[in-house]
């Protein structure tokens, strides 16, 4: 069936450092990977996104890339502050299913 | 612009009781999606509903149902519930096929 597999499950990095958090998703006819993060007691919030007409998309420090061949997309994060710290979702979303796939998540931990 | 808003945000049900949850989406969105998130599962499928119609359903027992109205208000309902049920009930609205989904803030419901 439908799966996004997400790697790694914790991340600690220092202040300033770069976080790479990579999803791999099953359906070949995904077409939409969004990320979310989520803080502790909060709403999953779009962070960035990208279609699968698309090999690479930024927003600051944040850019995600994707390789249909591979089905593989990764979140970067670029000179990370302690306000990134809390667990980011991978998704995949097939056409019209209206439905996200989503990864089992990753607890970013940005040490001042 | 108001977001999504879900409501009861807190709610403790006895087991075997039922329960109805809500979520109003952003004006104008006419597709409503519901997700269940547990520690252990993650986030999870439930079903989404587009112009009063459930269009895709999730891996979930028949227990588990939904509506959604002519003003794109949707519930969903947990009937004869069960301690598994305690989870955070997250629903997110679009506006149409290619557009981003928010999430609303979630219905926390344990069942004790």
């Known amino acids: 069936g439908e799966n996004v597999e997400q790697h790694p499950s914790t991340l600690s990095v220092q202040e300033g450092d770069s976080a790479v958090i990579k999803c791999t998703y099953s359906?070949?006819?995904?077409?939409?990977f969004p990320w979310y993060k989520q803080e502790l007691g909060k709403r999953p919030q779009l962070i960035i996104d990208?279609?699968?007409?698309?090999g690479e998309k930024k927003d600051q420090r944040i850019a995600v890339t994707l390789n249909k061949t591979a089905k593989h997309f990764s979140l970067h994060i670029t000179e990370t502050q302690p306000e990134d710290s809390a667990v980011y979702f991978c998704?995949?979303?097939?056409?019209?299913?209206?439905?996200?796939?989503f990864g089992q998540g990753t607890t970013l931990q940005v040490k001042p | 612009k108001a977001g999504v808003t879900q409501t009861p945000r807190y709610l403790i049900k006895t087991r075997g009781q039922q329960v109805t949850l809500s979520c109003s989406p952003i004006?104008?969105?006419?597709?409503v999606s519901w997700y269940q998130q547990t520690p252990g599962q993650g986030l999870q499928f439930l079903f989404e509903?587009?112009?009063?119609?459930?269009?895709n359903k999730g891996n979930f027992p028949g227990r588990f149902s939904g509506r959604q109205f002519s003003n794109s208000r949707s519930e969903m309902n947990v009937s004869t519930l069960e301690l598994g049920d305690s989870a955070l009930y997250l629903c997110?609205?679009?506006?149409?096929?290619?557009?981003?989904?928010?999430f609303g803030s979630g219905t926390r419901l344990t069942v004790v």
């Open positions: 997110a609205s679009r506006s149409g096929i290619q557009d981003r989904y928010t």
């Open positions: 359906d070949s006819a995904s077409n939409y």
């Open positions: 990208i279609r699968s007409n698309v």
């Open positions: 998704a995949a979303h097939t056409g019209n299913t209206g439905k996200l796939i």
């Open positions: 004006s104008g969105h006419r597709s």
């Open positions: 509903y587009f112009s009063e119609t459930q269009r």
